[in-house]
């Protein structure tokens, strides 16, 4: 008997305008209660009260309180990267532009640090069930690096670069976070990886 075709898996329809102003509410209000209390401040029960929607329509959008403060990351980032785009960098070299730029974020982390505190931990709880939440706040970090890079079609070895930059700017964030790190040591750590960001050598420099 021939096996039996697996079903396709269907693309998430995309969000009404309707959908899409509650998912909004939705993240503003985790944004809220995490300013005020941090982590254990977001309580779905009090999420949905606060952005007026009912509890199982928030489990819908948001299964647990740890999809909810990754994206409400994602969405914090996202604001960020148009602050950005309206005001961009203006270091001489992309290294230097993506220090300031990552500077930047962290100093609008740092004037909520509570609300920093919650985000970041949530991503550290974050299971594979969060993979794609946890995916968009990559993809937005990279997109900021690669805005203050110029780069819109970087090569591996610059993606890989990014990625470091990435990480160590997560790290710096966490370590502030807990009380290890003084802003001057996170710049000094931030300034390091973005060097690994430099033009590639010219064929006469290379033996």
Do not use: N
């Amino acid at each position: 008997m021939p096996a039996q075709a697996s079903t396709p898996r269907l693309a998430t329809p995309p969000l009404t305008e309707r959908q899409e102003a509650r998912r909004r509410r939705i993240l503003h209000a985790s944004a809220r209660l995490a300013c005020r209390g941090g982590f254990d401040a977001v309580q779905m029960r009090e999420v949905a009260e606060a952005s007026q929607v009912a509890l199982g329509t928030l489990y819908r959008y948001f299964p647990s309180k740890v999809h909810l403060l990754v994206a409400t990351m994602q969405d914090q980032l996202e604001h960020l990267h148009g602050a950005l785009r309206r005001k961009p960098p203006d270091g001489g070299s992309a290294a230097e532009r993506v220090a300031e730029t990552l500077m930047r974020a962290f100093r609008a982390l740092q004037r909520e640090p509570q609300l920093a505190d919650a985000m970041v931990r949530a991503l550290t709880f974050a299971d594979r069930s969060v993979s794609p939440e946890v995916d968009q706040v990559s993809r937005q970090t990279t997109a900021i690096i690669l805005d203050a890079m110029g780069q819109d079609d970087p090569t591996s070895e610059q993606l890989s670069a990014v990625r470091v930059i990435e990480h160590t700017w997560l790290s710096a964030l966490i370590t502030w976070l807990s009380g290890r790190a003084s802003i001057a040591q996170v710049r000094t750590d931030i300034e390091t990886a973005c060097r690994l960001i430099a033009p590639p050598a010219s064929p006469e420099g290379r033996q």
